[in-house]
């Protein structure tokens, strides 16, 4: 590894048949579609490892609640393709200055490697992740040019037979109402889903597969391909435990699915009346929180104390959300009431400066996200911080839920789908959905998510996504106003 540029070590560590990409023009990556069967054999930065597989992490995890949210393939499109591929991982068609079609086909090829390091963990792990991987190319692939698609599959070795006219008129008598055309024969074992749906003809153990259903060889050749390669990559990953950079990453991506991949949230954010002021908050936790920041600002007030993670997550949400430093002060002081001043100096003055950066190292420390407050700093007794969708009991959570958020449109009868996601463990799936549900008076409908059909992944986008939503609600009664003036 090189000391100035910080390289990482080659990723084709875990394919035996390791070689170059193949090249069919002037591009390194002739096309958007990849099988992912040749790793990428240069040096790459541990920067560009990292954010490569963060980026399409992001994708994946929101592949992953889009089954929990019983997504129709249709919708999923448009929630990953038009969104969130849009933000973090785009294939375009053609180069731009900005964008070159191999930069983005690189980023797209060394994401999906590192994932793979990642992922091949354990049994589960490896299930999600071909899951997951596997839906993004079948996305992808649906809406391919029929051209570009041709071409890709002409490249590749399926191994496929195509059954001459002989066996085709075997295989479909006259009277079938089938219509007689190119069949495809490959063994049934490589294609069950069609087996289970009836949808090819077998014989001899052979399956003849119609040209329409192609695209279902290809997905599970894709699948099947996956699954090996992970199985060589687990057996290898053993080899990078003495690389101390890496391996924390590594364990960082494989958090990913437990509830997506955010956006760091490091500059405060102007709401619809300005900066926050401490006076605010109290009317701005029942507006517009999560409930993992509303039960802490509830516990703050009944015991006029919160114990040092809660005080650290409540505090850097609020710091983020626009809650100055004298601000911050005022606001737990007069929260910490029933302590006298030279204690509060003495104990707690120094850490709320240390969050905004003015104490200690002056770091700048950003907000918790959903993934860092899952799986981290589990909480004990007498503790308030953590998520209610996780940490809390099943009736205690159901009872805090329609008490924080029962005058925003929250009913019992809207428990048993959010329980039927927490059991399943897609906890920010389930806020996601109260989201949802609390902010249908401001024309939020079901499968919106904090916009785009994108699930919330950090407590500050829950938040400002509320207060955006207020405050386009706020505007739309002035101009309403105006006209009525007007006329």
């Not at 849009?86 to 999906?112: F, V």
């Not at 048993?416 to 920010?428: F, G, L, Q, R, S």
Request: one cysteine or more; hydrophobic letters at 35%.
């Amino acid at each position: 590894m090189q000391n100035n540029t910080d390289k990482t070590r080659n990723l084709a560590l875990k394919n035996n048949n390791a070689g170059i990409v193949e090249t069919h023009s002037h591009l390194r990556y002739p096309y958007r579609l990849n099988f992912y069967d040749k790793p990428p054999l240069e040096d790459i930065t541990i920067e560009d490892f990292e954010t490569t597989a963060l980026d399409r992490l992001r994708v994946l995890a929101e592949i992953e609640s889009c089954f929990a949210r019983n997504r129709a393939f249709k919708e999923m499109q448009t929630v990953i393709l038009d969104n969130v591929c849009n933000k973090y991982l785009e294939l375009n068609r053609t180069s731009n200055t900005l964008k070159p079609l191999d930069e983005e086909r690189r980023k797209d090829h060394i994401g999906h490697f590192v994932l793979r390091l990642a992922f091949c963990r354990s049994e589960d792990l490896r299930r999600r992740f071909v899951k997951a991987e596997t839906t993004l190319f079948k996305l992808r692939f649906d809406v391919e040019d029929t051209t570009e698609k041709m071409k890709f599959l002409n490249s590749m070795n399926f191994d496929w037979v195509l059954a001459s006219p002989e066996e085709v008129q075997e295989i479909v008598p006259s009277t079938s109402s089938e219509q007689p055309g190119r069949y495809y024969k490959v063994k049934w074992t490589r294609v069950p889903d069609l087996v289970e749906k009836r949808r090819v003809l077998m014989k001899g153990g052979m399956a003849y597969v119609p040209a329409a259903e192609q695209a279902s060889i290809v997905f599970q050749e894709f699948q099947t391909h996956l699954e090996k390669a992970l199985e060589a990559t687990a057996k290898a990953l053993p080899r990078l435990d003495e690389d101390t950079r890496l391996v924390p990453i590594l364990d960082n991506l494989s958090k990913g699915f437990q509830a997506g991949v955010s956006s760091e949230w490091s500059g405060a954010t102007e709401g619809p009346d300005g900066a926050l002021r401490a006076d605010m908050i109290d009317e701005m936790a029942y507006k517009h929180f999560p409930a993992c920041m509303r039960n802490l600002h509830m516990c703050l007030r009944r015991d006029k104390h919160l114990k040092h993670f809660g005080r650290l997550q409540y505090g850097l949400f609020l710091k983020i959300l626009g809650l100055s430093i004298d601000e911050a002060l005022a606001f737990w002081r007069k929260a910490f009431s029933s302590i006298q001043d030279d204690k509060f100096n003495k104990e707690y003055r120094y850490n709320i400066r240390h969050t905004y950066g003015l104490e200690g190292k002056r770091a700048n420390y950003a907000a918790k996200s959903c993934q860092q407050i899952l799986m981290s700093d589990e909480p004990g007794p007498g503790d308030s911080h953590g998520c209610p969708y996780r940490h809390f009991s099943a009736d205690n959570l159901q009872s805090a839920l329609l008490t924080m958020y029962g005058e925003h449109g929250l009913t019992s009868a809207d428990m048993p789908e959010i329980m039927n996601m927490v059991k399943a463990k897609h906890y920010h799936v389930a806020c996601t959905r109260v989201f949802e549900i609390t902010h249908a008076r401001q024309g939020v409908k079901k499968g919106e998510g904090v916009g785009g059909g994108e699930s919330v992944t950090h407590p500050n986008q829950y938040a400002q996504r509320s207060r955006d939503l207020e405050k386009k609600m706020e505007e739309g009664k002035e101009a309403d106003g105006d006209v009525v003036m007007q006329g």
